[in-house]
T-cell receptor, first 116, second 113 residues
Framework: GAVVSQHPSRVICKSGTSVKIECRSL??????MFWYRQFPKQSLMLMAT?????????EQGVEKDKFLINHASLTLSTLTVTSAHPEDSSFYIC????????????FGPGTRLLVL | TQLLEQSPQFLSIQEGENLTVYCNSS?????LQWYRQEPGEGPVLLVT???GGEVKKLKRLTFQFGDARKDSSLHITAAQPGDTGLYLC?????????????WGLGTSLAVNP
């Protein structure tokens, strides 16, 4: 199988602090990882695409300085929400594309962020 | 992010009823995927359809891909409470070296016992 994990699964933080979310591919190498944001009962909104060893490609309207993405290895990508505000509260999901299987993305279980 | 047309957006039915969810695009799909997502979890891939006219079955779920590859449907027979969740269609989109998924708006299904 192809398993993707996220940590933490839930996080509550105070407004103004920064929060880091990790996405790991546990049993495969991920050449590309994707970060999504999702509001209740709505579809996934792609925030950015990250390729190992290069800068992330952000979707239109997503602030690069607000959502910092680091894809330092073939099994780990991190999303840092800087100076979080209540409107950043959401469900963040990562996915990973497996090396050699370019059509399939494997999704993590998501991270629920609540900013007070 | 470009979105596919998906309908209905919300559906609440009784256990045992049948239902169909639709996914449409104005352009031809390269391939189409259907996902199911439960609250608080990531989406899980149900099926990928590639060939026009293709029909795939997964237990009580039947997936159809239109002949022109511009539409797809998901039919659930004798729905059960365990089928409750958000159903999403998604297309692989290619833009140069960039590949990403284009998502439908989702269908939130509630199956009441």
């Amino acid at each position: 199988g192809a398993v993707v994990s996220q940590h933490p699964s839930r996080v509550i933080c105070k407004s103004g602090t920064s929060v880091k979310i990790e996405c790991r591919s546990l049993d495969f190498q991920a050449t590309t990882m994707f970060w999504y944001r999702q509001f209740p009962k709505q579809s996934l909104m792609l925030m950015a695409t990250s390729n190992e060893g290069s800068k992330a490609t952000y979707e239109q309207g997503v602030e690069k300085d607000k959502f910092l993405i680091n894809h330092a290895s073939l099994t780990l990508s991190t999303l840092t929400v800087t100076s979080a505000h209540p409107e950043d509260s959401s469900f963040y999901i990562c996915s990973a594309r497996r090396r050699g299987l370019q059509e399939t993305q494997y999704f993590g279980p998501g991270t629920r962020l609540l900013v007070l | 992010t470009q979105l596919l047309e998906q309908s209905p957006q919300f559906l609440s039915i009784q256990e045992g009823e049948n239902l169909t969810v639709y996914c449409n695009s104005s352009s031809v799909f390269s391939s189409l995927q259907w996902y199911r997502q439960e609250p608080g979890e990531g989406p899980v891939l149900l099926v990928t359809v590639v060939t026009g006219g293709e029909v795939k079955k997964l237990k009580r779920l039947t997936f159809q891909f239109g002949d022109a590859r511009k539409d797809s449907s998901l039919h659930i027979t004798a729905a059960q409470p365990g089928d409750t969740g958000l159903y999403l269609c998604a297309e692989n989109y290619y833009a140069g070296n960039n590949r990403k998924l284009i998502w439908g708006l989702g269908t939130s299904l509630a199956v009441n016992p």
